[in-house]
């Protein structure tokens, strides 16, 4: 089953976002939801396309109060998205545009995308979480139709998830050239063969990269230049395998085919390269259990949600008065 | 007052470039500059006009041998310098065509551009002060006019000013579009709502992310990969304060709302989450203060004119004969 | 002489590539091989002549199978490749349309870059082995036409060869023109006068910074992020010298005129401010040798080779369980 199955909306709703409370986040059927995702239900279904109704005629909205708040922008607008019928052809219109170049026209990749998204309901519904995600955690995200236009890492994102579709329908000539192009203009660099799930934040995004095996559950977020890489040039499963809910700061690295398990804390600027257990928190180069090995502090919340970067880290790094 | 203000341009001539000694330029009245800046006074007015027509002359004078050297650039030279009124018009020309696409045209840019240079004399202000330090503090730099046609760090601050302008003014939707536009094509995330003071070098420049709330004091040198970002999700005041005369290494993080003291130096590859005195050196990750804290060595030159990265840092790590 | 020269094509014959040995690699004549390489014989010169037609003659095979599988790219691979006389010119063409701007259209660039790459033969020696470099140590390369089109590290590669072929005519304006166009498009700054080997592994490439006397032997391998940079604002010779061999993990900042001796291995995240001895392992922040000062490990196979990032830093670093 491919990672970017829905989740069972069920264990969301179980989340007040009042209280990020892991408690319910942690049953064993989500740990290490990589690995235990199912699809989802007929009433996951209708709450779907209602939810997905939902969020692009928000968008729709906001375009029409942005345009009135800056008439300059009318044409931008209306082609990205007031004239556009559906969300998977305003989605598949704005990734062509950003990646046409001399040689792809953004014809022929939105005629591609368009293909894809309409067939393909995962990444809809992928997409639509990922909207919600930005929205919730990042202060800086004005709005859907913001993010949806501006958000490189969010784009990227999107974009990965069609390579993906690609790659793994054996199109794989398309699919990274499709990465290529993302890497140019977005400077992430995500291989197409990788599995990312649904709920990602990719924050400021520049000098991300992922690794072909990686596996990236859901509601996770990720710093910009973050790496989740390989090591060594032997072909198979060689990079990280990233939990539900984990929070991954600015510039780190892990490496290797190792776990990180759910709801776990990566500080900014870490080098990761053995595993780390669900809702501990690690940093540092090399990165260190906060807490130490036998009795590390466990996070009572989830770090993806409060994007608390700094948390028994600052405790931790006493050195300045 | 907006951090964007001049400063007291005789601070500035007590520091002559031969020595860079600190004494004067740590004055109670500059200390945590981006508290105490004060408005300029008519005869720094008067200079300010005299150093702007003598840097736009000199670019010109640069522009005409360039071309006789390289006729190949001729178009491209009379294009974006030769055939400019002012250097106003140049800078709003030359960000337009960079940050144009097919969706934003560089005319409308341009036109919207070159409407806030010529109201915002603060802007330009800064963006001479910039190309001075540019000029002063990078070996690589050739010439006024190879910086400004080129530099994608002074051109990302400047375009940074531009947006912030739009954002002090209410007009939050054109100016978060700049900041991703200037994203994609600088690799340079800088939030609009960020204050930045002038005599900025943003060296190489990919990867520098700095948060909505941020403050940057003057002659203040970055170099690519920095961020300065926040912690949490909550809105407020949530970013680091630089202080005037930093310089901040390679690769390094400053995470939430905590001052840098002016003249303070920080080392390549650092996190940084607690105050760091002024005229101190911290270095790692976590960051330490050089000598100790209760005895950290102090700075006697300004780090961001020395641009000297290892000074005291070399000798603290003694760990390779 | 210059480093950009060919190796002696025998000294690779010794490693085969199932062993790595590093025995007869470390040959007193290949030890900082960047001071002592030799120019070709005759002998090499022809082997050259049949190995760059043997890559271009395979480059135009997979282009023809490639456009059977995905005939959406057709006008694209014939444009590209397939319409293309020589590797030379299609070389010159893809990177001239990469780096176009409207204010330098692909035409001018094109013209300018096939001059250069066909006088200039120890640039398409470097690149043939460029290219053989990332196919053998990146398991994500499809193809060599997968490389040639896509690979922002090996395009920004041969794009500073041509800007330091510039450079080191006096042509310096059109030189940093390029550099700041490579910057632009790949998020790869290399100074024109950094001078490099062949056999370079550029991989994912976002975010490398290389200054201006920075030197680079051959079959180095340098992850993303990466800086090889100056320290204070005096011209002169102020970067580091990287030796045959090296493996530099992500986001590893070195800095100042050290040397890291041949066939050593750079950690990722590492800061490096002092000298490295050839065939050890340094890791860290600050970085340090694993083993100790006194006996460090040595590697028994080239690190760049074997893209192995973390063997003996595994170890090393016993941190969780």
């Known amino acids: 089953m491919s990672v970017s199955s829905p989740v069972d909306t069920n264990s969301k709703n179980l989340l007040p976002h009042d209280d990020h409370s892991c408690e319910k986040f942690f049953t064993p059927s989500s740990r290490y939801g990589i690995n235990t995702l199912h699809t989802s239900s007929v009433v996951e279904q209708s709450e779907k396309v209602e939810d997905e109704n939902y969020v692009w005629m928000k968008m729709q909205e906001e375009a029409k109060v942005d345009v009135i708040v800056e008439p300059i922008l009318s044409s931008y607008y209306y082609v990205s998205i ?5 969300l998977e052809t305003a989605l598949a219109n704005h990734l062509a545009v950003k990646l046409s170049s001399v040689s792809l026209p953004s014809t022929t990749l939105s005629d591609l995308f368009v293909r894809i998204l309409e067939s393909d309901k995962e990444i809809m519904y992928a997409m639509k979480n990922d909207l919600k995600a930005v929205n919730e955690r990042d202060p800086a995200c004005i709005s859907h139709v913001h993010c949806f ?10 974009a990965h998830r069609v390579a993906h ?33 649904s709920g990602i934040l990719l924050d400021h995004a ?26 060594g040039k ?17 510039g780190t690295c892990i490496l290797g085919n190792i776990k990180i398990g759910d709801g776990a804390k990566i500080g900014a ?32 919340k989830i770090p993806s949600h409060t994007m608390d970067h700094v948390a028994h880290i600052s405790e931790f790094y006493d050195y300045v008065i």
């Open 82 to 86: 007031l004239s556009q019928k559906t």
């Open 149 to 158: 236009l501006n958000f490189k890492g969010f784009l990227a994102c999107q």
């Open 165 to 197: 579709n690609l790659w793994s329908n054996g199109r794989k000539i398309l699919a990274v050239m499709i990465q290529n192009r993302v890497s140019e203009v977005f400077g992430v660099d995500i291989h197409p063969g990788a599995k990312i799930g």
């Open 269 to 300: 600027g870490s080098v990761v390269i053995k595993e780390v257990p669900p809702r501990t928190t690690v940093v540092g180069n090399p990165a260190k259990l906060i807490g130490g090995k036998n009795n590390p502090i466990k996070l009572d």
């Open 234 to 250: 032997a072909h198979g499963d060689r990079h990280p395998k990233i939990g539900d809910g984990v929070l991954i700061g600015a």
């Open 206 to 231: 520049t000098g991300i990269v992922v690794g072909e095996t990686a596996v990236i559950g859901n509601d996770v977020s990720i710093l910009h230049g973050v790496t989740l890489g390989g090591t």
